[in-house]
């Protein structure tokens, strides 16, 4: 076990020999081309919006490319309150920001739990984001709450959308994405939280991109050479709370 453990080690040093612990940095978003090539090499970016530190903003850029993302200057929260009225919306609402975790239970067994989903008004959860100390409170619903894949195959019945008014604000795809992949994207998601909402280590079967619109957004990236380190691999009960 211990030359395993042994040989582990050295292929995650030669790692990042090869490939150091740095990621790119684009002033601008890339072609289709450059795109492609960074998903070829499996390495993560970070695309910003001012080249040689002139006053042009994201926005501006992105719609030099011909994509318009209007939910980067409206989306206040003025404006979210007013486009989703009363509409209810499913917020997942944790004593400690972990929604979707490994929690150990009273009787110290781990369990995989989900959050408690409670349906509220897009007023009161983001009256209630940063209030509250006792719950925390996360906009975290997946599979496509903004655009789903029923959307993209165009199926003749698809599902709502929790936040169809916002919808004219987002667009479905981004087309250097698409382009380079060859394919409509699987699902567009919408996430609201604070400091506080936490998203368990995991790994997707996807390409991401995020777009950051308020805040900022931190993400811990792990490359598969560390796989070895993690505990991922127990025993756990999975239980709906």
Known sequence: MASHSTSLQWFSNEYYEQNGDQMEILQNPPSA????????????VVIKGAKHQTSVSLTDLLMMQ?????????????YLTDRMGARQISIAVTPNG?????????DDQLYFVEPLVEAMSMSEFLNNISTDDTEIRYL????GNMYSSDYFDEQETQS????????????????????????????V????????????????????????LRGAKHFT???????????????IVTMNL
């Open 189 to 212: 998601n919408l996430w609201i939280g604070d400091g506080r909402s936490i998203t368990s280590i995991h790994s997707d079967p996807y390409e991401n991109i995020y777009t950051v």
């Open 221 to 235: 990236l792990l490359p598969p050479s560390e796989g070895w380190c993690l505990k991922g691999k127990i025993d």
């Open 33 to 44: 081309l450059e795109f492609s090539r960074l998903v070829h090499i499996s390495r993560p």
């Open 140 to 143: 975290q619903s997946q599979n």
């Open 160 to 187: 709502i959308s929790e936040f169809e008014p916002l919808r004219s604000d987002v667009p479905s795809d981004v087309a250097f994405c698409t382009e380079a992949l060859g394919r409509l994207p699987d699902a």
């Open 66 to 78: 011909g994509f318009r993302v209007p939910a980067l200057t409206l989306w206040s929260d003025e």
């Open 98 to 106: 972990l929604a979707d975790a490994v929690t150990p239970g009273p």
